[in-house]
């Protein structure tokens, strides 16, 4: 994963964005949706994008202009990660690896796709959910890390190869 920096430095949470071989009607949301999380979450949250390193992805990119642009306007705080050479191609399977988790830069964790928002006018913040280890909704999913982190090792070592099942039976479906 990424070295995490020294407590003091770290953001108040991440938005993960995880970046399939899907439709190019979905990857063309790609800059509207990253643009959303960026202008709606506070400034202290970062947004780091995984993505398979092949061809669905340069698609997305040829598709994307603005994705250049949001990288050049927003980074440090806007990254892109590849996923590690043969990885497999589920989202679940992402979500349930050590190293989505290890490389994520903050305890407050929210995962989003491309079929949500988030919305300016909330009235609840990231930091009201600080007391939650897991609170799922409609498209958007915020975990804390080293919970996260935890129940995948534990599933890794109590049932190699097929975590999924392991996480299931000890917290129910995961819907992931």
């Not at 994963?1 to 009607?25: I, S, Y």
């Amino acid at each position: 994963g990424l070295p995490l920096p020294p407590p003091e430095a770290l953001p108040n949470a991440t938005a993960v964005l995880c970046c399939f071989d899907g439709p190019a009607w979905m990857q063309r949301r790609y800059s509207a949706v990253l643009s959303n999380a960026l202008n709606a979450l506070p400034p202290t949250a970062l947004v780091q994008v995984f993505y398979r390193p092949d061809e669905s992805f340069r698609r997305a990119t040829d598709i994307n202009p603005g994705l250049e642009r949001l990288k050049r306007a927003h980074a440090p705080r806007l990254s892109f990660h590849p996923f590690p050479e043969g990885y497999p191609k589920k989202r679940a399977d992402l979500i349930l690896s050590k190293f989505l988790w290890e490389s994520l830069r903050a305890e407050t964790v929210v995962l989003f796709g491309s079929g949500g928002a988030f919305c300016h006018n909330s009235r609840h913040a990231l930091e009201d959910f600080g007391a939650y280890h897991l609170v799922a909704g409609d498209g958007l999913t915020l975990v804390r890390r080293k919970a996260a982190l935890a129940a995948v090792t534990a599933a890794a070592e109590k049932q190699p190869g097929d975590e999924r099942r392991w996480v299931q039976k000890q917290h129910g479906p995961t819907n992931w």
